[in-house]
Antibody, heavy 121, light 107 residues
Framework: QVQLVQSGPELKKLGGSVKVSCQAS????????ISWVRQAPGHGLEWMGW????????DYAQKFQGRVTMTTDTSASTVFMELTNLTPDDTAVYYC??????????????WGQGTLVTVSS | DIQMTQSPSSLSASVGDRVTIFCQAS??????LNWYQQKPGRAPNLLIY???KLKTGGPSRFSGTGSGTHFTFTISSFQVEDVAVYFC?????????FGPGTKVDLK
């Protein structure tokens, strides 16, 4: 069965950086894009960006441009999201989410369990 | 960016009730509209994609309609396990954006 398993919770300091991993299993990794979506406590869902698992292509939300980097390790069926220059406003649960098909983007049919990132000042 | 709005922000329903949630996009998104259910402490779960297509294996009491800028999500017969927050999301253009959510609880 399709699974996305994310790395564990992180506690970071103001100005630091965090790298969250998302390991996929149960399907052919290459070809299905992965997005990262975050949810601050008690708030809604915010799309951060998308990475292709087939080519070295990314699309980031303008809000995160310059601070976020999404990469893939095809040999390990793993996607990474690194966010730098952290502030307390970055405290959130970060999810990876898979596109439903190889031909579509943005319809997320499988999600990771979420990774809580807490930023202290 | 395309702004997504939802109404109502919350509602209470009894078992067996018909529940309807509305979602509006600030621009024409054709049928690129998805609906998710999120239960406390859990990741969102895709219910409807392409405005009206039920995800395989999803309960048939969930349905979606609409195109362009106005969309509707319906639970035909509300069940206890449907207590959750429901989000609409557009996948027409980047950045993908979500509605603020509709909290549905048990009356």
């Amino acid at each position: 069965q399709v699974q996305l398993v994310q790395s564990g919770p992180e506690l970071k300091k103001l100005g630091g950086s965090v790298k969250v991993s998302c390991q996929a299993s149960g399907y052919t990794f290459s070809g299905y894009g992965i997005s990262w979506v975050r949810q601050a406590p008690g708030h809604g869902l915010e799309w951060m960006g998308w990475v292709s698992t087939l080519m070295s292509h990314t699309d980031y939300a303008q809000k995160f441009q310059g601070r976020v980097t999404m990469t893939t390790d095809t040999s390990a069926s793993t996607v990474f999201m690194e966010l730098t220059n952290l502030t307390p406003d970055d405290t959130a649960v970060y999810y990876c989410a898979r596109d439903k098909t190889m031909a579509t983007r943005g319809d997320f049919d499988y999600w990771g369990q979420g990774t809580l990132v807490t930023v202290s000042s | 960016d395309i702004q997504m709005t939802q109404s109502p922000s919350s509602l209470s329903a009894s078992v067996g009730d018909r529940v309807t949630i509305f979602c509006q996009a600030s621009l024409d998104i054709r049928d690129s509209l998805n609906w998710y259910q999120q239960k406390p402490g859990r990741a969102p779960n895709l219910l409807i994609y392409g405005a009206s297509k039920l995800k395989t294996g999803g309960p048939s009491r969930f349905s979606g309609t609409g195109s362009g800028t106005h969309f509707t999500f319906t639970i035909s017969s509300f069940q206890v396990e449907d207590v959750a927050v429901y989000f609409c999301q557009q996948s027409d253009s980047l950045p993908f954006t979500f509605g603020p959510g509709t909290k549905v609880d048990l009356k």
